[in-house]
Structures are given as structure tokens and as C-alpha cells.
């Protein structure tokens, strides 16, 4: 088994980046969801409810976030730390009062244009500190802008398994970018990733937080914006969670047990604990 890809995406909810190697540090992947689309009141928006998110590209140079729309001139918004930006509490669920900071009024307008309403972006700095919530896991582990974990794990297997499905109903397949993952793995089973509770990959361990229960932006073309039914139609049909038949799971949360580490495509996986 081996990392077949690597995604990383700077601004959360905005088009995603494919990269060949990462470096981890306490918050999860260098360069993931280090910053943050919110409402004027310091609420976070993602596809959810504006599916237009997926129209801007966030690129990442040696010393600035690129922002990107088809229409609009790039923008680039400083990604290290701005000891005299303004620190704004902003909400990610049920994380509030998170302290982030605010990238300017510039970013803002831009981003206003582009998405069409008054909104703001912020950026993770020192005074940011966001445990992860559940009580079973450890100590020190943090989360980045990301719903609830710092890295999400799908297989190949698993979508093939889903775009058959899709395919016997006579509806086109999704690509693997609907669900949005950090790592890609090829050469297991179909979702086999639900039953690890441990695995490795070069110097970095991951545990296992359980399942990602999936939305309505699986069912959003990330290069169009538009939305339609699948893959959720199909999901909800076979992976609906036994605990709560609410939630359609597809994918893996973890959490880095190490803190720093590089992840690299095509190294090999290893389960440690099943």
C-alpha cells in the first residue's frame, strides 16, 4: 500500500492543491487550512452554503497565498504570521472564540467582489490554539482550520467501490476531489481504511479518529460549482453510520501522533494497529 496523492488546501473550503511531498507539523500538513473564509461576524463559511467557493483557487508561493478567480486579477495575501495584524475570534462549529489573524481590508474586498457578500480572511498565528475536541484523544493534539482533524485518508478502492455503484444506477462517476482528502491510497481493499486504528507513512504516525461522515459538498463539482446528487444518493444507500444511520460515511479521519514529519507521494503505508 502506498500514497498515490497528496492534497493540501490553504484556504478552507476554496479549490484544493495536489502536491508530490508535505511537510507536518503540530497542526497537520505545512500550508492546510491556515486560513479561513468568515462571515463579518467571524462565523466560517465553506460550500455548504456558498457553493461558489469552489470557483477560487488558493496557491501557494514560497511567501504568499495566491487567490484566484476566472474575472478577477490574482490576488496575494502574506502567509506568515503578522505580528501586527489585528486578531479577530472567529467560530469553526463548535471551536468559538478562536483567535486568528485578520488579513486586511484588501483580501477582504477581494473576496467580497468574488463571492458576492460582505466577508473577511483570516490567518492562523501563535495566538491560535484549537485542541481537538473529543476526550478519548491525546494531549497535544491540535487542529488546524479543518471541520474537526487534521488529516483525512480515502482509497482508491473506496471511490471505484462508490462509482461502480453510482455507474449500475446509470449516473457518471465523481472524482476523488468531491471528498476533498489530504492523503490518496492505493493497493488496499475497498474501505479498508475503516478498520485501521494505526498506520504509518515514512516518519510520520497517524491514529485513527474515526470515520468522516459526509455533505452536501461531495454532491459540488469543484471546478464548476454546480451540484447535483451523487455521490450522496448513492452512499446513503450502504454506508450510512450504524451508530447514527443520520450520518453517510466515506473516508478516514487521523490525527499525527508525531508533529513534524515530511510525507512524500509514492511512499509506502504501513498499518501498525488494526
Not at 244 to 264: C, H, M, S, W, Y
Request: charged content about 25%; aromatic content about 6%.
Amino acid at each position: 500500500m502506498r500514497v498515490s496523492s497528496l492534497h493540501i488546501y490553504p484556504v478552507k473550503s476554496l479549490r484544493g492543491l495536489a502536491v508530490q511531498s508535505a511537510e507536518v507539523d503540530s497542526l497537520g500538513i505545512v500550508g492546510d487550512r491556515r486560513f479561513l473564509v468568515v462571515e463579518q461576524a467571524g462565523v466560517f463559511l465553506t460550500q455548504r452554503t456558498v457553493p461558489r467557493m469552489a470557483l477560487v483557487g488558493a496557491f501557494l508561493e514560497e511567501s504568499t497565498l495566491e487567490l484566484r478567480c476566472d474575472g478577477f486579477e490574482p490576488l496575494g495575501v502574506r502567509r506568515a504570521p503578522d505580528p501586527a495584524a489585528p486578531l479577530v475570534p472567529v467560530r469553526v462549529w463548535s471551536s468559538e472564540g478562536l483567535m486568528a489573524e485578520y488579513c486586511g481590508d484588501l483580501p477582504a474586498a477581494w473576496l467580497s467582489r468574488v463571492l458576492g457578500f460582505p466577508c473577511r480572511l483570516v490567518r492562523i498565528g501563535p495566538a491560535f490554539h484549537r485542541p481537538i475536541k473529543e476526550a478519548q484523544l491525546h494531549p497535544g493534539d491540535n487542529v488546524n482550520f479543518a471541520d474537526g482533524y487534521p488529516f483525512l485518508a480515502v482509497s482508491e478502492a473506496s471511490l471505484e467501490d462508490v462509482n461502480r455503484r453510482i455507474g449500475i444506477a446509470g449516473g457518471g462517476a465523481v472524482p476523488m476531489n468531491r471528498f476533498r482528502p489530504n492523503l490518496v491510497l492505493a493497493g488496499c481493499a475497498a474501505f479498508e481504511e475503516d478498520t485501521w486504528k494505526r498506520i504509518r507513512i515514512g516518519n510520520v504516525g497517524l491514529r485513527s479518529a474515526g470515520p468522516c461522515s459526509r455533505c452536501i459538498i461531495t454532491t459540488t463539482d469543484q471546478v464548476t460549482g454546480e451540484r447535483g446528487k451523487e455521490p450522496l444518493n448513492t452512499l446513503a444507500t450502504y454506508r450510512r453510520d450504524p451508530d447514527d444511520p443520520t450520518n453517510v460515511n466515506f473516508g478516514q479521519n487521523l490525527v499525527n501522533e508525531d508533529k513534524a514529519g515530511i510525507l512524500r507521494v509514492g511512499e509506502e503505508v504501513f498499518i501498525t494497529q488494526k
